[in-house]
Structures are given as structure tokens and as C-alpha cells.
């Protein structure tokens, strides 16, 4: 339990510092090492599917992020915005955190799992029957392209649609076909 | 109390992307608030002294498919995993869609800071 | 984007090999082991952002162009959309694991086993790999070599 201490404790303070550094840079760095201890904390977690892709996708996000900030002149910015907005804002903030922890109350203890205890839940179903169902091993390799295939089919559509986007956005070929008649 | 620190990392990257003027910091506290959400959701699977949901060969019960009891019993909740498989890989496509945007920004204004985007009438 | 010194290519033309032959791994023996198709597919992308980044921009682009990226990518979503109406046409609903409960058993723990499961991990994983990679094909091609400014357009008003 207290590696799960140590880890969060890391991740809270990389988290600040990303947040109130001025230099964008040292920001990009801080939200590698927020990854880093994610990853850490999924495999102390017992994830270790999620713990893989967390770290792959982590290091191709640290490349777009440095690929927009340090081939720019601005990498220092210049502060917050006025005052008054600062201080709602952080109150509105400070009420939220304090709602979710009393909402927390009601959740069951850390380290059980609710859902998969009660028989006849979703969960306890694909530990129990998974291998002979469906016959694959992992099973939650098991859960997203079997039981629940119809997420991974919505979840491919969602990709395609963003990569589309930022394909389209990044194009340079439409702005010389504006500039030339001119 | 693990809860509760995870909340305060969301709260950290809500601060960041509602408060700050430049638009990378924005983008970078929405990647913060995601790790959050995605931590938190683990979390609530997470079994005491569990064992992670693969089966291997000792794992197997007397018949060829059936699993041994002790694997039921023991293994953490496989459900919240599959679902922040997707959104990992979801919070990577819409990262590059924030960052593209940005850039095509700062090359029509010239600048990152959001106040200033507001006021020109371009 | 340029490349580097030719210590660094030297090194990344071997190690791009061994990073390509894990990401196909991870993606072939996912219903056996961690991984699956997105880790499997995220993997592939990023052995060949190594060779841009190492080898610079034009050098990876005569040998996989950005149609070609392209049209990859939506084979990986056609062949998944397959699966599924395979499933239809072979069993009765939508995503049925048809291969599993009709045809081709298999042996629990073997390679074979899972009946579509692979399947569907070979097409995610060739699908996500080839639009990551397209992503940051499109970002390094932006801007090509200075610094981005406002464009042109705008220092003429």
C-alpha cells in the first residue's frame, strides 16, 4: 500500500510543477514523468495490458507535444489572467474537490472490488465463464473484442474520425490553391 | 484515501486548464485531468493481494476449461481495465488533434496566449 | 526535419528491426500474453517515427508516403468491419466469435485458440499503427525546416 502513496505523492507534485512553471518545455517533461508513474502505478495495480499501452502512448505524446512547443519562438508565457477571474475559479475548484470526497464516503473500501464479489454481475461472469466462452486466455483481451466488441468498433470509428481531422487541419496543399488566384 | 489523491490530481489539471492564458498549458491540463480519470477507474477494480487477469497453466482447474477456484476468488476486476484500454488510446487522437489546432493558430496570430487571439479581429 | 550523426543512424537501423518484431508480437499473442492489438499497434508506429526522427522526414516518406499510410489505415478498418459481418453471415448476430464456436476450436493456452480474436487483433493493430504514424507524418510536414511564423498572408495586411 504505500508504494501506492509514494507513486500518487510523485504524480501530485510533477502535476504542480507542470502546472505553475513558466517554461513549456519543462511542463512537456513534467507530463512525462505524470506517465511514468501512471504506468508504474497500473502495474503495482495488477494491469499489466494497460501498463504497456500506457507507456507506448505516453512516449508518442511527449514527441507531438515537444513537436509543437520547442519549434516555436514563445516558449515563455507571460502569467495568469486577472485577478477576480483567478479567485472564482479556484473557489469553484475548491468546492468540486470537496463534493467528490464526500461523495467518495460512499464508495466501497480500497482493494475491494464490489462487482466482482456478488455473483451474477457482469464482472464475475467473464472471470468465471471468459476461457471456456470464448477460449482466449487473457481476458481482457477476452472482454473488448468479444463480449463487449461493439466498444472496440465505436472506439476505432472515434480514431479515425480525430486522425482524419488532424490530417485535414495540418494540410498545407488548400492554402496554396487560396493564395495563387490572388 | 487513494480516492481522494486522485481527485486532487483531477482538481490540479482543471485548475490548469481553466485558469491559464497560454494554449499549451491548456492542452497540458487536459492530459493531466485523463491520467486522473483513467488512474481512478483502476483503482476501483483493484482487489487486495490480487492477481492479474491472464490465466496461465496453473491457473486451470481439473477439466481442460474450467479455471480453479482459487483464480475466481483472487483475480482483480477485468471490466474497467478493458474499458481504459480504449480511452488511452482515445486521449492519443484527440491530443493530436488539440496540439494541430494550436499550431495552425499560432501561424494565422502568431501567438499562443488566448487574450490576445480574442481581441484581434483577424 | 533533419536527421542525425551516423552514430545515431547506425544504431537506429538495427534497433528499428527488433522494435517492429515486438510490436508484432505484442499484437499476435494477445489473447495469450498482456498486450493486444492498440499496445501492438502503438509499438509498430513508433519504431517508424524512430527512423524520422533519426534518419529525417524524406527518407521514411519515399518508403511509406502518406497515401499509402492512408489507404493501410482504412484497411485495418475495413478488415475489422469484416470480421464482424463474417460473424453475421456465418452465425446469426453481429460480432459472433464464429470461428470459435462453429469451426476451429482449438486448445486453450495454444496459439491457435480464441477463434477471432487474433484476427481482430492483427486488424486493430494494423489500423492504429498506420493513423499514429500518419499523425505525426502530417505534424513533422508542416512546417518544413525554420520555425513556423504567421504565414505570409498575414505579414502583407
Known amino acids: 500500500m504505500t508504494i501506492f502513496y509514494i507513486l500518487l505523492a510523485f504524480m501530485i507534485i510533477a502535476a504542480i510543477i507542470a502546472v505553475e512553471t513558466t517554461d513549456l518545455l519543462s511542463s512537456v517533461i513534467c507530463i512525462g514523468a505524470i506517465g511514468f508513474g501512471a504506468s508504474l502505478m497500473f502495474l503495482f495495480l495488477r494491469a499489466p495490458d494497460i501498463a504497456i499501452t500506457q507507456i507506448v502512448v505516453e512516449v508518442l505524446g511527449l514527441i507531438i507535444l515537444i513537436r509543437a512547443t520547442i519549434a516555436r519562438d514563445l516558449t515563455f508565457i507571460s502569467g495568469d489572467r486577472e485577478f477576480f477571474g483567478v479567485v472564482v475559479s479556484v473557489v469553484i475548484v475548491f468546492v468540486i474537490f470537496l463534493a467528490g470526497v464526500h461523495v467518495f464516503e460512499t464508495l466501497p473500501d480500497f482493494g475491494t472490488p464490489a462487482f466482482a464479489q456478488t455473483p451474477g454481475t457482469a464482472s464475475r461472469t467473464y472471470i468465471e465463464k471468459g476461457l471456456e466462452n470464448t477460449g482466449a486466455a487473457n481476458i481482457v483481451a477476452s472482454v473488448i473484442l468479444d463480449y463487449r466488441a461493439y466498444d472496440t468498433l465505436g472506439e476505432a470509428t472515434v480514431l479515425f474520425t480525430s486522425i482524419i481531422g488532424a490530417t485535414v487541419i495540418l494540410r498545407d496543399r488548400a492554402r496554396k490553391l487560396l493564395e495563387d488566384p490572388e | ?122 | 526535419m533533419k536527421g542525425m550523426t551516423v552514430i545515431v543512424k547506425t544504431i537506429a537501423s538495427w534497433v528499428k528491426v527488433l522494435i517492429f518484431l515486438f510490436g508484432i508480437y505484442i499484437i499476435l499473442f494477445g489473447h495469450l500474453t498482456p498486450g493486444g492489438g492498440f499496445a501492438g499497434g502503438v509499438i509498430l508506429a513508433s519504431s517508424y517515427v524512430l527512423l524520422m526522427l533519426s534518419f529525417g522526414r524524406e527518407f521514411v516518406e519515399e518508403n511509406l508516403p502518406l497515401p499509402l499510410a492512408s489507404k493501410l489505415d482504412c484497411v485495418g478498418a475495413f478488415l475489422f468491419g469484416l470480421i464482424a459481418v463474417l460473424g453475421l453471415v456465418f452465425g446469426g448476430t453481429f460480432f459472433l466469435n464464429f470461428l470459435y464456436q462453429k469451426y476451429l476450436p482449438g486448445q486453450p493456452l495454444h496459439l491457435i485458440s480464441a477463434g477471432t480474436i487474433p484476427l481482430s487483433n492483427i486488424a486493430i493493430g494494423l489500423k492504429v499503427g498506420a493513423s499514429l504514424f500518419l499523425v505525426i507524418l502530417s505534424l513533422s510536414v508542416c512546417c518544413k525546416g525554420r520555425p513556423c511564423g504567421p504565414s505570409t498572408r498575414e505579414r502583407q495586411e
Open chain 2, 1 to 122: 484515501m487513494p480516492y481522494a489523491l486522485c481527485l486532487l490530481l483531477f482538481m490540479i489539471g482543471l485548475y490548469c486548464a481553466v485558469v491559464k492564458k497560454n494554449m499549451v498549458k491548456i492542452v497540458i491540463g487536459i492530459m493531466v485531468m485523463e491520467y486522473a480519470v483513467n488512474l481512478f477507474l483502476i483503482m476501483l477494480g483493484y482487489r487486495m493481494g490480487g492477481v492479474a487477469p491472464v490465466v496461465d497453466r496453473s491457473h486451470l482447474g481439473p477439466a481442460a476449461e474450467n479455471l480453479a477456484a482459487g483464480f475466481i476468488s483472487s483475480s482483480v476486476d477485468p471490466l474497467p481495465q478493458a474499458l481504459v484500454l480504449t480511452a488511452i488510446v482515445i486521449s492519443l487522437g484527440s491530443l493530436a488533434l488539440m496540439i494541430s489546432i494550436c499550431i495552425r493558430i499560432y501561424q494565422r496570430y502568431g501567438t499562443f496566449d488566448i487574450t490576445e487571439i480574442r481581441r484581434l479581429r483577424g
